[in-house]
């Protein structure tokens, strides 16, 4: 999903499996398990941070990719999608 160096703007939500997330800023890393419903990446929308993230499927996982042009149609046809991803970006 990720490739070092590329900067993505999209958003992926985990629609099965757990993933692992790795998240370095500075010194520190952490590591965050993502189950089904948990949204991760979207990192140039929510920060200026020069923020390194590696993710990881800790089993069979399914994901999907949400483009912006995507999340633009989901946030107007869907207002609980909006309501989630608000609550994602800690706004709900």
Request: charged residues 30%; contains cysteine; glycine residues 8%.
């Amino acid at each position: 999903i990720e490739i070092a160096g590329e900067r993505k703007r999209s958003l992926f939500l985990v629609r099965s499996g757990v993933m692992k997330l790795r998240s370095r800023l500075d010194d520190s890393e952490t590591l965050e398990l993502l189950y089904k419903g948990a949204f991760f990446g979207g990192f140039d929308y929510l920060s200026a941070e020069d923020l390194k993230v590696t993710a990881e499927a800790g089993s069979e996982v399914e994901v999907c990719e949400l483009n912006e042009f995507l999340l633009q149609k989901l946030f107007s046809a869907n207002s609980q999608f909006l309501r989630r991803y608000l609550f994602f970006l800690g706004l709900y």
